[in-house]
């Protein structure tokens, strides 16, 4: 009996064992089925991903029939605008297709660079060539459109005229009847009076033409009014902590060597250039503006094509917020009183990859300042 039993217990426990046995073995199994689902799943959702993200534009052929089809055609565009431009009554009414256009090159331009990955550097640089001469012939008819405000010499005193006539007078009346030497002095200068004249206008000119020179300053706050002066440039150079408030229209402008600075400006007919700068807060509006050289600066723009910056960093942007009386007609003269909202498209030259750029950001909005108003 106790034979039995103990046959019975080994029975038992072998029947416990190979129960353990297969448990163990369908655990196993069950885990090598999960194991096995889950790469099936993984290699499933790398198809699908990887045709998903199949681009049919991911070809340098096909990259360079729709690049080529729409330069194309915005060179076109441009040159009936052009033609269209010419006159006083096409002007009114190519202004909104100059916008649109201004666009268009905008997103040819995007276009490119987000192609720019798996195209060949030779293809990345003629590309970029062709919206450059886009860019070009955009704001040659711009240009066109803001024909230049002519000169004119009315209430100026001329007076280096004034001291020739003055000297003469001085000469003749110290020369003796056979001072034969002292009459060639006096005619001399009477002979190049008439020339003087015609210096005396060309140095008023010119000097209406630079007129708003602010340099080699520290601390200091500069106000200027341009009134009539649309033709002239303005010139900033080795400013350390200082305001500046530009009122009026300028035809261009030059930023070079600014830190810690505050500037404003109105209107600018042609261009802006930015140029080592600092730690500073501009407010500028332009038909296009380009930045190099510069850190920690804060940007606020209204442009009419894509702002651009190069070797730049710590670059924030933001729209326009300046203000003075009159301003409104000023932005109207100089083509800048709608908000085309490119300020925040920005291209970085020496960034050309997809992704963004690190160097520049938008200034978010609760960190934006108030708006500024220039009537000081």
């Given at each position: 009996?106790?034979?039995?039993?103990?046959?019975?217990?080994?029975?038992?426990?072998?029947?416990?064992?190979?129960?353990?046995?297969?448990?163990?073995?369908?655990a196993m199994l069950q885990r090598l089925a999960i194991k096995e689902d889950a790469r099936l799943q993984k290699s499933a959702a790398r198809r699908a991903g990887s045709l998903a993200s199949e681009n049919p534009n991911e070809s340098t052929d096909r990259f360079v029939d729709a690049f080529s089809t729409s330069a194309k055609q915005l060179e076109q565009t441009l040159s009936s605008l052009q033609q269209l431009v010419s006159s006083e009554a096409g002007r009114s009414s190519a202004r909104s297709d100059l916008d649109a256009t201004a666009i268009r090159i905008s997103e040819l331009e995007q276009f490119l660079a987000e192609h720019s990955y798996f195209l060949p550097v030779y293809?990345?640089?003629?590309?970029?060539?062709?919206?450059?001469?886009?860019?070009?012939?955009?704001?040659?008819?711009?240009?066109?459109?803001?024909?230049?405000?002519?000169f004119s010499f009315k209430g100026k005193a001329n007076k280096i005229p004034k001291a020739i006539e003055a000297l003469s007078?001085?000469?003749?009346?110290?020369?003796?009847?056979?001072?034969?030497?002292?009459?060639?002095?006096?005619?001399?200068?009477?002979?190049?009076?008439?020339?003087?004249?015609?210096?005396?206008?060309?140095?008023?000119?010119?000097?209406?033409?630079?007129?708003?020179?602010?340099?080699?300053?520290?601390?200091?706050?500069?106000?200027?009014?341009?009134?009539?002066?649309?033709?002239?440039?303005?010139?900033?150079?080795?400013?350390?902590?200082?305001?500046?408030?530009?009122?009026?229209?300028?035809?261009?402008?030059?930023?070079?060597?600014?830190?810690?600075?505050?500037?404003?400006?109105?209107?600018i007919t042609g261009s802006a250039l930015i140029e080592e700068v600092e730690d500073c807060s501009m407010m500028l509006a332009s038909q296009q503006i380009r930045i190099h050289n510069a850190k920690k600066t804060d940007m606020y723009l209204r442009v009419r094509s894509r702002p651009i910056v190069e070797y730049t960093s710590d670059i924030r942007f933001a729209?326009?917020?300046?203000?003075?009386?009159?301003?409104?007609?000023?932005?109207?003269?100089?083509?800048?009183?709608?908000?085309?909202?490119?300020?925040?498209?920005?291209?970085?030259?020496?960034?050309?990859?997809?992704?963004?750029?690190?160097?520049?950001?938008?200034?978010?909005?609760e960190e934006r300042a108030a708006p500024v108003d220039g009537s000081l």
């Open positions: 009996m106790a034979n039995v039993d103990i046959a019975e217990r080994d029975q038992t426990k072998e029947d416990n064992g190979d129960a353990a046995l297969h448990q163990k073995h369908a293809e990345v640089r003629a590309s970029q060539s062709a919206v450059s001469m886009l860019r070009e012939k955009l704001e040659s008819v711009n240009a066109e459109m803001l024909p230049k405000k002519r007078v001085k000469v003749s009346e110290s020369i003796r009847p056979s001072d034969s030497g002292a009459r060639d002095i006096l005619q001399s200068v009477q002979d190049c009076e008439g020339t003087s004249m015609e210096a005396a206008k060309h140095s008023e000119a010119l000097s209406m033409r630079l007129a708003c020179v602010i340099q080699d300053l520290e601390g200091a706050i500069v106000v200027r009014d341009l009134k009539e002066q649309e033709d002239s440039e303005v010139i900033l150079e080795n400013l350390t902590s200082c305001s500046v408030y530009i009122r009026g229209i300028c035809r261009a402008m030059h930023v070079h060597k600014v830190k810690s600075c505050k500037i404003y400006a109105g209107p729209p326009y917020a300046f203000s003075y009386p009159g301003i409104e007609n000023d932005l109207s003269v100089a083509s800048l009183n709608q908000e085309t909202g490119l300020w925040e498209h920005v291209d970085d030259f020496r960034w050309l990859r997809a992704t963004p750029s690190p160097n520049w950001c938008i200034l978010p909005e």
